[in-house]
């Protein structure tokens, strides 16, 4: 019997077979927190006497969520994890570089690894074919001190998406279709697969966006084959050493077999309160909105600003409505400097700001205000999230965000294309 | 030592009750304080409402959302030790597991419990029930190396037994 992409890697983590629904002890080889749950994976750490950890080079703080600091507070939680960097080794990815996720698929993460992250977005790694899943602090910071944590091997559901995507729809749209159809827990304690022409032929920036967005249906891993894709995006960072071809064997066992067909697919938004509220955006009735956000760890990667800059080129941003851009890793900054794209969002009205999670954690810049309206292209539009839980956030691709900046409303970007 | 039951008035909560409205990420701290006043701040003040020894009754998918362990920690701190719920968040179950707070997954808890009843959940028997009402749920049997973690109350106590022995398992 053949193995999942999941049951493959973990079994050559684990020093031996494993198959879904038994526990493995697993080896990592990336660990990394933030600045909102690393203070406590360090306390942690010290309370169980380390005073190094186990791989510090595969060890990364990231200050990216309250990033830069808003108040005293936590600028003393980045002290503390800077100082704990010096200390240990660990690599210190400082306020102004990046998401965690984001700087962590162009820079760290290989086809076949275990990485482990305190931040349940941490899946995102899975789009370069790594088992990569989200822990608490207490998780990671005994991953960080071991090197190794204990996993139960999840089952896996085949996601098969067939056709070709229609002009103005996106990975994140069929991202949000797919979490609309199997609900927000539909897939909890799974991991899944994504194959099938539709995803073979994604770039990487989209397949992040998707496997970003695995865990918002309660799934443990969502993952790709690592294929040409994969290679020519190591490739394209400076990181061929890092690419191997993996996949799933064709007999793997699936708990469950899901297929889909983008050929029809419209632009969706998932609505208030829920990411599985998922509707054409056609059929949204169409809210004046206060404010547009394009970014986060979902879609703040160059190729989503680029279709941004191309429906809002020469245009201007509604009056009343503001539109943050924030992009997801200095990389993406320059690069998006380097072809204009910054230039044309900045001409259109876009508050460029500085790189990071920026607004989609409602705890620094871009909080909402009671009553306010938000298309946000992140992963969550829960109550509270963006810091008001009296504000409405609507999930959305960075096209329909721009098409909804310029005419102020919830708007179908295929006007715009 | 591995408790044997937990009994309280049922305290109802609803689907899909994420970390935002659990703990808003207002509350991100190290000081136990700050932490403990956050919990159920995020939208209606729940918490407030509870009665000591209330056991919360939660729906579908409790929990979900954000990893950040001060959620986890703030039902610690507020001396929650057991919740019952139809399902549980993935992140969230282990986070509270490590804190050493049983979870105890009930399905049909939801419909059956009645706000302000009295429960017991019997991990002996695997089952939670309402002596008053007459009815008894199975509940999911909790994995070895989850009753071990809570054996110890927690995470970081059940390691720093295993890393005095001498190295753990690998």
Request: proline share 5%.
């Amino acid at each position: 019997m053949g193995k999942t992409l999941s049951e493959k890697i973990l079994s050559a983590h684990a020093g031996h077979d494993v198959r879904a629904g038994e526990f493995a002890v697993a080896c990592v080889d990336l660990v990394y927190v933030q600045d909102g749950t690393g203070p406590l994976t360090v306390r942690q750490l010290e309370k169980l006497g380390f005073k190094t950890v186990s791989s510090p080079q595969r060890s990364i703080v990231f200050i990216d969520h309250a990033s830069p600091s808003p108040r005293q507070e936590l600028s003393n939680d980045h002290r503390l994890l800077r100082e704990f960097c010096r200390r240990t080794g660990a690599i210190l990815s400082d306020t102004g570089n990046g998401i965690s996720h984001n700087v962590a698929s162009e820079d760290y993460i290989n086809p076949g690894e275990v990485v482990v992250g305190a931040d349940s977005h941490t899946c995102t790694g899975g789009a370069l074919c790594a088992f990569a899943t989200g822990m608490g602090s207490t998780d990671i910071a005994v991953a960080m001190a071991l090197g190794h944590t204990w996993l139960r091997v999840p089952e896996t559901w085949k996601i098969a998406v067939a056709g070709t995507f229609p002009k103005g729809v996106y990975a994140k749209d069929f991202m949000l279709h797919f979490i609309g159809t199997v609900s927000a827990d539909g897939a909890t304690y799974k991991a899944l697969e994504f194959t099938g022409p539709a995803m073979e032929s994604l770039p990487m920036s989209g397949r992040l966006t998707i496997s970003n967005m695995a865990v918002e249906s309660g799934a443990k891993a969502g993952l790709f084959n690592s294929d040409s894709v994969t290679k020519a995006f190591l490739e394209s960072l400076g990181r061929p050493a890092g690419y191997r071809p993996l996949q799933a064997d064709p007999d793997a066992a699936y708990e469950k077999i899901m297929n889909f067909d983008v050929s029809t697919l419209e632009p969706m938004v998932a609505c208030p309160h829920f990411v599985d509220n998922v509707h054409p955006v056609g059929t949204v009735e169409p809210l004046a909105v206060n404010q547009v956000f394009i970014g986060t760890s979902t879609n703040g990667r160059l190729d989503d600003f680029r279709v941004a800059a191309a429906i809002l080129k020469g245009k201007k941003v509604a009056p009343g409505v503001r539109l943050l851009v924030t992009p997801g890793s200095r990389r993406t900054l320059l690069d998006g400097l380097a072809d204009g794209t910054i230039q044309t969002l900045a001409e259109a009205g876009g508050i460029i700001t500085g790189p990071g999670c920026g607004a989609c954690v409602g705890v620094h810049e871009g909080v909402l205000g009671d009553g306010e309206v938000c298309v946000a292209t992140q992963n969550r539009n829960f109550k509270g999230r963006m810091g008001n839980p009296n504000a409405f956030i609507y999930l959305a691709s960075p096209a329909t965000a721009a098409a909804t900046a310029i005419t102020g409303r919830i708007t179908d970007p295929r006007e715009f294309l | 030592m591995l408790e044997k039951s937990f009994t309280g008035n049922a305290f109802l909560l609803g689907d899909h009750v994420n970390t935002d409205i659990l703990h808003p990420p207002d509350y991100f701290s190290l000081k136990k304080d700050r932490i403990a006043s956050g919990l159920s701040k995020g939208a209606e003040d729940f918490f407030s409402r509870m009665a000591k020894d209330d056991i919360i009754v939660a729906g579908r998918n409790f929990g979900c959302g954000s990893s950040r362990e001060s959620s986890a920690r703030s039902f610690a701190y507020n001396g929650i030790r057991a919740i019952v719920a139809e399902s549980f968040a993935r992140i969230f179950f282990r986070n509270l597991t490590n804190q050493g707070i049983y979870l105890i997954t009930c399905p049909g808890i939801a419909k059956k419990a009645v706000q302000g009843e009295p429960l017991v959940i019997d991990l002996e028997k695997l089952e939670v029930r309402s002596t008053h009402q007459g009815w008894a749920l199975p509940c999911s049997p909790l994995p070895e190396y989850i009753k071990c973690v809570l054996k110890k109350g927690g995470l970081l106590k059940f390691l720093e037994e295993e890393i005095k022995n001498g190295p753990s398992s690998k």
